[in-house]
């Protein structure tokens, strides 16, 4: 583990001193005050503290150090406290700290001018969100009164939020038991290494996938559903990478029975595969894309809808009744002008790209080759996961006291890890240097020599 003294990075930018006595102060509050999500509040909870960062780093109050691999929760494209994000954002809180959303408001015009940019054409209008579950809840609103349909089609394996409709449109285990529960249907997307249609081919999963879809789609009555909501790259289900073919499979069949596509873009979107959009490594254009995290990177929450002409022109004379009281906030415009002025004269995505394609590849591969426990490896830019099993000829999942025992290894050897079910999530920001990802290769290579 690097000596906190010793990483140049360590610089701190606050004027924090590491002190023992911080980290039992924030422990105790914790256990006494805070009420945490996805988990039990009760005895046993041991919250691990942070507090600062600077790039991939993060830090606690004794000053050690830890490699971010988990970019928090996947959103940190830009790395800790990028200094331009954190000067615009004060800047901002000088000038106006706050604003209603219905002002006209040139940071926010600046913050949709530059997302748009990103998009495929046609896209010129951003409805601002205070993150990624709303943002769904507001496409999801968007194709129902486009189309005049109600229900939503999304995968199994899939994350889309944690409220209203976007947890129900959510495939995996938190949607149940759900009190929100109405016009929705799931089906299987396309995940090779564990296929539902018995395939052993990329082609085949992608045909099959393709023409189970449309099972649904016809069972479930065409001319009642709105939307097909997909993550362009399902994130935390593992980093399912769909196989060539498969979104414009999915296109062509939103095309044939009227279906409006949405593609959520909260975890892959604004660098985090090596490029702008995931949707940019895919032959397809949907009619709504959601965003949220790698946009300003959570530095202030944000999210939105990016809205084709098409479904905009609806409300030139309606209203769309959506909106919250902080929904396009300035400072988190601020926020986003910054990150995404930053990664583009920074070349953050590029790095990405790069680090994906000549590090993290080769080097996730290599330990495959070295650890049988290593069933598959995937992913793209800096979003791979390495799915562990217990009998690589089985593909049984490794269980949880596995799961426990790598975490505390990493972590005792300073590397923050991202882990979903039996499977390490390698997910540093962007900004990832090569000695980082180097460092972080042989911290997995360690914890798993001794599995
Ligand atoms: N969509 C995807 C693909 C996500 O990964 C997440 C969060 O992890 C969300 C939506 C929800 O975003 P938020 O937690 O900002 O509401």
Redesign the pocket.
Known sequence: MPDPAETPRRTPVTDQKPTADLDELTVDLDLAHVFHSWSAQGGGRTPFVLAGGLGTRVWDHFGTTYLDFSSQ??NLNIGHQHPAVVRAIVEQAGLLATVAPATANLTRGQAASRIVARAPDGFHKVFFTN??????ENAIRLARLHTGRDKILSTYR??????GA?IVATGDWRRVPNEFARGHAHFFGPYLYRSDFWATTPEQECERALRHLERVIVSEGPSGIAAVLL?TIP??AGVLLPPPGYLPGVRALCDRYGILLIL?E???GFGRTGSWLALDLYDVVPDLI?F??GVNSGYV?A?GVIIPDSIANDFDTTVFPGGLTYSGHPLAMAAIVAALDAMESEGIVDNAARIGRDVLAPGLAELAERHPIIGEVRGVGVFWALELVADRATREPVGAAVMAKIKAELLARGLLPFLAENRIHVVPPCVVTDAEAAEALSIYEEVLSLL
């Open positions: 929760l996947v993150g990624g579950a709303d943002a769904n899939s994350y889309h939020g944690n409220t976007a993550e994130g935390t959520d909260v975890m892959a959601t949220a995290k929450p999210g």
